[in-house]
Each structure stands twice: as C-alpha cells, then as structure tokens.
C-alpha cells in the first residue's frame, strides 16, 4: 500500500516538476530587447528553425521596464542577444544580463555596430518648442539619441551585423541568412529611394509632432526639419502652455494639415494643437483643419499589431505614406 502511494506520490512530483520548467515560456535562439532588432533577426532566419522575439513585450514601454528572473534566464540560455545600448536598454542589460551572460552568448550591440561601421551617434537634441531640459539633464554627460535603427541606413548595418552572427553559429545555413538578408536589404533600399523621391519633390520640409520625438535619425539622413512637444526618451504626456503656443504657432505660420504622434501615445498635445486650430480659425486663421497622424517608431509595437505580423518594413511604409500626406 504504502510503495503504490510512493509510487503515485513520485508520478504527480515528476510532472509537477515538468509542468513547471516549461512554464517559463519556450526557449528562444535569438532574443532582442526591442522590435526591430527582433524583427531584423526573423528576417534574417526565414524558413529556418531558429526563432527569434523581443524581451520587452508588445504594448509595454521600454523606458518604464526592467527584466524579471524569467526574462534574464531566457536570455541567458539563448544563443543570440540584441540590445540597443543607449540609454533605454544599456543599464539594465548590463547590470542584470551582461554581468553573468555565458561565453557563448553572441551579443550584438546596435551603437557598437554602428561605431565599427564608421556611423556617427548622434546627440539628443532639443526640440524647438520642448520646454528647457530639467536642470540635472542638462549638466549630463551628452545622451546619445537611442533611436537609431529609424534611419534605413542603420537598420541594414543592424542586420548585417545579425546576419553575420547567425552565420557563425550555423554555418551550415549561412547560404540562406545571407540571401534572405540580401532581400531584405534590397526592400530596405527601395524604401529609401522612395522617401528621398518624396523629399526632393515635396512642397514642404517640415513635420510637426505634438507628441514626444524618436525620429532624429530619420530626419537627418533626409534633411527633413521638425518640431516637437517632448525630446526623444520623454515619459511626458501634458505639454505647457508655452510648448502648446509654440507649437500652434509654427502650424500657422506654414499652414499644417498634419500634426504627427508616435504609436501608442494619448495624442494629448496633438489633440490639443488641432482644437487650438479650429478656434484659430473662427477667429479668421485661414489655413487648414488638422488631421492627426501616426509616425512608428517601432521602439515597440501594440499587441494588436504585433498578433497581425507586422514587419519593420510595413511599418516603414506607413511612415512613408504619412510622409507622403504630410510634406506635400
Ligand atoms: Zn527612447
């Protein structure tokens, strides 16, 4: 009697066990802190049976997050590990992942690559509009912009330099990675000739964000000028008066149809500057309504987009046909 209890007593501890090392969720080869090193990593591996996901889950803000024991040892078992390494990810990927990451780890930084690759980071900037930075901000050390894979140049060196890792880890199908990597690049590069196209024939050079500002590196490889309500990294969500008055003002004074937010924002501000118009306009402004649009920066992704599949690339083409809309 009492060896039949064992017995079935040690049955249910087994699976007990078992049920609860698969629950820290299936075992990734490639694991990035964000979207589009993610995504550039899917890329590079498709039709091949490594996988690859970001850390940080869809819908979740990067700034406000920190990795759980879960996440870290995820990591820590992967094969492949991309981070930014600017101020959003580098703290805690250092502290937490880096400090105790197993030789074999291949760990891609997207600054570093950049740097080898003869890119000049840039520095935050200050948006015109923004309210001066807090005092401590501005005796910092120069922040670099975070935000580099917006610019198409620096998302082909990003996944280049993927590619070449995976390559090392499975030579055996490094045909494939660079072919599909050589396909990617090619889409990249369409994209790019397009937005130069757009650029060089647009009636205007301006976008306005009311709304916190991601794209510095987007802007600048196509010498596009902008304004916007926040910098770059900014957790705020409610404008000053000034920032609010600034902003009206530079729509005015060009004559805007279009006010800009960044994916998963409470479009405050840009609510707020679009019914800032229509009194302008009951008080004789004679320049257009506002319409509000999305610009993705893909620093992450809703879930509901995340479900569809979306890819850098067709967030890359809403941008583009924002761009479209917005400088002509
Ligand atoms: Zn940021």
Redesign the pocket.
């Known amino acids: 009697m009492m060896k039949k209890f064992s017995f079935v007593f040690l049955s249910f501890m087994f699976l007990f066990v078992l049920a609860l090392t698969s629950c820290g969720g299936k075992s990734l080869d490639v694991i990035s802190t964000i979207y589009p090193g993610a995504d550039f990593a899917k890329a590079v591996l498709k039709d091949s049976t490594m996988e690859a996901d970001m850390l940080v889950k869809p819908g979740v803000d990067?700034?406000n997050y920190s990795p759980s024991a879960v996440d870290i040892k995820n990591v820590l078992k992967a094969k492949v590990f991309i981070y930014v390494g600017?101020?959003?990810d580098s703290k805690w990927v250092e502290e937490e992942i880096l400090s105790s990451a197993p030789k074999e780890l291949k760990i891609i930084n997207m600054f570093d690559c950049l740097r080898n690759a003869g890119v000049s980071l840039l520095g935050e900037e200050k948006p015109t509009s923004a309210d001066e930075l807090e005092e401590e901000d501005a005796l910092d050390k120069v922040e670099y912009d975070?935000?580099v894979w917006t610019s198409i140049t620096n998302a082909s060196i990003i996944i280049k330099a993927i590619c070449d890792a995976l390559c090392e880890i499975d030579s055996s199908n490094k045909d494939k990675y660079i072919r599909n990597t050589n396909a990617y690049i090619a889409s990249l590069n369409m994209m790019d000739e397009e937005i130069k196209d757009i650029v060089s024939n647009a009636k205007t050079n301006f976008l306005c964000f009311g709304d916190r500002f991601?794209f510095l590196y987007f802007v600048k490889e196509y010498g596009i000028n902008y304004d916007a309500a926040f910098m770059?990294?900014s957790s705020n969500k409610d404008a000053s008066s000034k920032v609010i008055v600034s902003l009206t003002n530079q729509v005015k004074e060009k004559h805007l149809s279009y006010v800009f937010v960044v994916e998963m924002s409470s479009s405050t501000v840009a609510r707020t500057i679009k019914e800032e118009i229509e009194k302008e306009k009951k008080n004789g402004y004679d320049g257009p309504s506002i319409e509000i649009l999305t610009f993705y920066s893909m620093?992450n992704i809703t879930k509901d987009d995340y479900k569809k599949g979306y890819t850098y690339l067709d967030f890359m083409k809403k941008n583009v046909e924002a761009l479209r809309l917005a400088l002509n």
């Open positions: 990067i700034h600017g101020e959003d975070s935000h991601p770059g990294c620093q």
